[in-house]
Structure formats: structure tokens, C-alpha cells
């Protein structure tokens, strides 16, 4: 299928423009309106099968749950392998989309991997992840901030006393969700690894409050983001933190998702899950 097309559909399904605009080029596209009709059912059906890796997988079970967070239930989609006993759990933090098929599928390899795999939905106490994400901008806008670190930091409680888990926890996010996993790293000292995606930094007094060893993740190209580390890698050295960083040059922001052709960079990813999945399994 003509790369154009596919990146516009990737650009209307992750909000980066509304569907107006979308079908209006899509239309010019594929030569007309009806064609272009036409053609949204596959478009549609390619993006859900490419987002379902794993999924129907028999050594997994994967389902929404609800779990008692600050703020009331928190929806979230739980991971794991199919024969597990007690394993060490995980938490995913999604991006600045929600709860969408890319993290759920990210959070399926991480069951894969052999952890107990739980992605909250930090729009839960706002309605959930909407099926269409074009606006959901809005409805992070309407979440508070503390209480939103407030839920996830209930996952990790949830997450030491589940009837699977070992009692040892992981967090990981991307984006949005990195810069989250650092604030469960501040405020959830029961938490074991920190593993936090091209995320924006605690504050320097803040670090002190760590207790879980840290491995921050980087895309050279992403000055907004990486104009923190200094600081940070500062403060980490101040109160004696295990950390590590790594960068990787030429890759942009959001190089691990691999439903958005132009940001993902397949060796930055790869080197980043091996390097993050051999961490928690030496940590948990």
C-alpha cells in the first residue's frame, strides 16, 4: 500500500489531525470520495492486526480489570504468562494517547518476557481512552496531576499483593508515561526498578525520595526532553542513586512505538527492550 496513505492514517488515528481533514486526503489520495471509503475498512482492519501482536496468543491471558486506585477504580489492561505462579509484576505507562492497541500490545510483551504485566488507564477517573484519540488532549487537561501519580502509585500496591506477583514491581512508561514513571520512582519508595522512555525529569530536591534503581532511556534528538538530564544525572550522583542512562543519537522522541512510522527507529528500540528487560529481570 502506498506509504503515504498509510502515514495518513497514522497521523489521523494518533490525533494529528481530525477526520475531516483525513478523508478530505485520503480522497485526493486515492482519486476520489468513494475510493477513499472504500478503502477506510482495510486501512482500518491492517492497523488492528498490526496492533495485536500476541494477542489470542495461547501462552498468554490478557484482560481489562479495574483496580482500587486514589480516585476510585482505575480501568487497566493486565498481562500475563498463561502458566505463571508468582512472577515479579510490571507496570506500562502509556503515552500522551491513553490506553491505546500500541501500549496494550507493548504490555502483552512484556507478559511475554515472562512478568506480570498491568498498563493503566490514567484516564479512567475522566471516562477512559476513547476509541477515537483525535481530542484527547482534552481529556488529559482534565486530569489532576497528583492524584493522577496518586493511581498509579496505588498500582504499584495493587501490583506487591497480587496472587501472581513475587512482590517485587517495575514501572516503565513512554513520553508522557516516562515522565510518570519518574514520579512513581519519587513517590512509591515500595517500588523495585524505574525504567522511564524519553521522559521529563523530577525535580533535582525530589530525587532524594528514590528508592528503586533507575534506567532512563534518551532519543538524541529530542532537545526539549534531554535539556533536563543534566540536572538530573546531577542530583542522582548527590543522594548516591543507582541509575543509568543511555542515549541514542539519532533517534527522535518516541522511538519505541512502532505504530508511528515516523518515530519509531528499529535498532534504537530493540537495544533499549533488551537492555530494559535484562535490568528488570536482574532487578526484580
Known amino acids: 500500500m502506498d ?4 502515514g495518513l492514517y497514522k497521523d489521523y488515528r494518533h490525533g494529528r489531525i481530525d477526520r475531516r481533514s483525513f478523508l478530505r486526503k485520503l480522497a485526493v ?4 470520495t468513494a475510493a477513499a471509503m472504500a478503502l477506510l475498512p482495510v486501512l482500518e482492519d491492517n492497523s488492528a492486526k498490526a ?8 501462552d498468554l491471558i490478557s484482560e481489562f480489570i479495574k483496580y482500587p486506585g486514589f480516585t476510585g477504580d482505575m480501568r487497566a489492561y493486565l498481562s500475563r504468562p498463561s502458566n505463571a505462579k508468582k512472577i515479579p509484576a510490571v507496570i506500562v505507562i502509556h503515552e500522551n494517547r491513553g490506553l491505546v492497541p500500541h501500549i496494550q500490545d507493548v504490555t502483552r510483551r512484556m507478559a511475554k518476557e515472562g512478568f506480570l504485566a498491568l498498563a493503566p488507564d490514567a484516564l479512567s477517573p475522566v471516562g477512559g481512552t476513547p476509541d477515537d484519540v483525535s481530542n484527547v488532549g482534552e481529556l488529559f487537561k482534565k486530569l489532576n496531576s497528583e492524584e493522577t501519580t496518586k493511581n498509579f502509585v496505588a498500582a504499584v500496591k495493587y501490583l506487591k499483593t497480587h496472587p501472581l506477583s513475587s512482590g517485587k514491581v517495575g514501572c516503565t512508561g513512554f513520553c508522557w508515561g516516562g515522565a510518570m514513571t519518574n514520579q512513581v520512582a519519587v513517590n512509591s519508595p515500595d517500588l523495585d526498578a524505574a525504567v522511564p522512555y524519553y521522559g521529563r525529569q523530577p525535580v533535582a530536591e525530589d530525587v532524594a525520595k528514590i528508592k528503586a534503581p533507575v534506567m532512563a532511556h534518551y532519543a538524541g534528538n529530542d532537545p526539549g526532553i534531554n535539556a533536563g538530564i543534566p540536572v538530573f544525572e546531577e542530583a542522582l550522583k548527590k543522594y548516591n542513586k543507582e541509575y543509568q542512562i543511555f542515549m541514542y543519537e539519532g533517534a527522535a522522541h518516541a522511538f519505541n512505538n512502532d505504530s508511528n512510522p515516523d518515530r519509531y527507529n528499529e535498532q534504537a528500540a530493540k537495544l533499549a527492550w533488551e537492555r530494559t528487560i535484562a535490568f528488570f529481570k536482574e532487578k526484580l
Open 3 to 6: 506509504r503515504r496513505i498509510t
Open 29 to 32: 489520495f486515492t482519486g476520489s
Open 51 to 58: 496492533a495485536s501482536n500476541h494477542q489470542g496468543d495461547p
